[in-house]
């Protein structure tokens, strides 16, 4: 089957805007996980969800970003007022079973512009 | 804090050569270890694994060693080919309720 997809792959707004990234996870998979990604540097993690629930949430770095799967499919990861910082490419990934020792596979990402 | 990290940031091999990464942990309670493989444009790619009761493993022209008396976990590809050309990260783990810490990552580059 296919395997975790992401939109938009290209998100350009301005400071102060809102923003909605969506993934797609690989069908069956309970898990889903936000990451982030800076220019030069790895996956910084964001958000972990086990089904419906945000199992582990340590990631976000405060309360301006927001993430939700409602039917433990389909995720949207909701950013407000954006800030220039907030600039990096957005991944996301699913595993089979979920916890953070289960294979995660990931997709392209959402390349995210503030100008 | 603790962290994960790479000792080379760039390495350049010929093609056919046998390739080694090498990657510093700091965290003595990391317990699960993970290579992963990411190409421009895509998103990281799993490679291979090792838990902390396993000082190797093989899979499929990849090797990974983890030594844990000194917190150093390396990849060693044998046969580099072109398509290996990317950046690899490790990362870790301490158990399955911790969030997974990418390291900076080491940008392959295999010459024809």
């Known amino acids: 089957g296919a395997g975790v997809s992401q939109t938009p792959s290209n998100k350009v707004t301005e400071k102060g805007k809102y923003v909605e990234l969506r993934c797609d996870p690989i069908?069956?998979?309970?898990?889903l996980y936000w990451y982030r990604q800076s220019l030069g540097q790895g996956p910084e993690f964001l958000i972990y969800?086990?089904?419906?629930?945000?199992?582990?949430d340590s990631g976000l770095p405060n309360d301006r970003f927001f993430a939700v799967r409602p039917e433990g499919s389909v995720s949207t990861l909701k950013i407000q007022r954006t800030e220039r910082g907030d600039s990096a490419v957005y991944l996301c990934?699913?595993?089979?079973?979920?916890?953070?020792?289960?294979?995660?596979?990931f997709g392209p990402g959402t390349r995210l512009t503030v100008l | 804090g603790e962290s994960v990290g790479l000792h080379l940031p760039t390495l350049s091999v010929q093609e056919g050569d046998n390739s080694i990464i090498n990657c510093a942990y700091s965290?003595?309670?990391?317990?699960?270890f993970i290579w992963y493989k990411q190409e421009s444009g895509k998103g990281p790619q799993f490679i291979i694994d090792?838990?902390?009761?396993?000082d190797k493993r093989q899979g499929q022209r990849v090797t990974v060693l983890l030594n844990k008396t000194v917190k150093h976990l390396s990849l060693q590809i044998a046969a580099t080919q072109p398509g290996d050309s990317a950046v690899y990260f490790c990362?870790?783990?301490?158990?399955?309720?911790?969030?997974?810490?990418f390291g900076p990552g080491t940008s392959l580059s295999v010459i024809p």
């Open positions: 969800f086990q089904g419906t629930g945000a199992a582990d």
């Open positions: 990362a870790e783990t301490a158990t399955s309720y911790d969030k997974v810490i």
């Open positions: 965290n003595s309670a990391s317990d699960y």
């Open positions: 990934a699913s595993s089979v079973s979920g916890g953070h020792t289960d294979t995660q596979y």
């Open positions: 090792i838990r902390s009761n396993m």
């Open positions: 069908s069956g998979h309970t898990a």
